[in-house]
T-cell receptor, first 115, second 115 residues
Framework: GAGVSQSPSNKVTEKGKDVELRCDPI?????LYWYRQSLGQGLEFLIY????????KSGLPSDRFSAERTGGSVSTLTIQRTQQEDSAVYLC?????????????FGQGTRLTVV | AQKVTQAQTEISVVEKEDVTLDCVYE???????LFWYKQPPSGELVFLIR??????QNEISGRYSWNFQKSTSSFNFTITASQVVDSAVYFC????????????FGRGTSLIVHP
């Protein structure tokens, strides 16, 4: 498809387990963002990739969170030793070029539930 | 630092009523971009409009209109003659150089349109 694709759409995991969330951005988009949306909250920025530059990790809430982007395309967000407060919808978005003057295109998100 | 405030958590209207969603932003940058997104129950954020800081012209698109006022740091969104399909969460966002052009989102306003 032509849009941003995220998988899985839903993930239930036990506290303490590691999880990996995947994002396939729109082909050709150089900017990729990860956000977290908790119930009743806005979108919390997590990490930003732009081309071959070092990612902006300033939004990652703890060292249990990490992300990588391979070949300037697919990105994986990993959460180690999951906690109940990690339960949220994780949204991925991409945009062309630097992204600043263009809108971000969002995927449908991965709903993570930690039990 | 940049910030977006959407003071209205939830708005409930009856179909055909007009409704205005408020957005107030904070940034020290003179060049910045403002956005509105719609998040229907399906979950995927959909881009509605982008405005740069040098263009204060109001915009109308069908039943949607946007009022950008730099003097009050506001970028309000009005839906005229609301319809049930307008029911969604609406997010206002800001990107500016001070934030590396990473979009900062408000907490969103949930609009419920009753038939």
């Amino acid at each position: 498809g032509a849009g941003v694709s995220q998988s899985p759409s839903n993930k239930v995991t036990e506290k303490g387990k590691d999880v990996e969330l995947r994002c396939d951005p729109i082909s050709g988009h150089t900017a990729l963002y990860w956000y977290r949306q908790s119930l009743g909250q806005g979108l919390e920025f997590l990490i930003y990739f732009q081309g071959n530059s070092a990612p902006d990790k300033s939004g990652l809430p703890s060292d249990r969170f990490s992300a990588e982007r391979t070949g300037g395309s697919v990105s994986t967000l990993t959460i180690q030793r999951t906690q109940q407060e990690d339960s949220a919808v994780y949204l991925c978005a991409s945009s062309p070029l630097s992204g600043r003057a263009t809108e971000a295109f969002f995927g449908q998100g991965t709903r993570l539930t930690v039990v | 630092a940049q910030k977006v405030t959407q003071a209205q958590t939830e708005i409930s209207v009856v179909e055909k009523e007009d409704v205005t969603l408020d957005c107030v932003y904070e940034t020290r940058d003179t060049t910045y971009y403002l956005f509105w997104y719609k998040q229907p129950p399906s979950g995927e954020l959909v881009f509605l409009i982008r405005r740069n800081s040098f263009d204060e012209q109001n915009e109308i698109s069908g039943r949607y209109s946007w009022n950008f006022q730099k003097s009050t740091s506001s970028f309000n969104f009005t839906i005229t003659a609301s319809q049930v399909v307008d029911s969604a969460v609406y997010f206002c966002a800001l990107s500016a150089s001070g934030g590396s052009y990473i979009p900062t989102f408000g907490r969103g306003t949930s609009l419920i349109v009753h038939p």
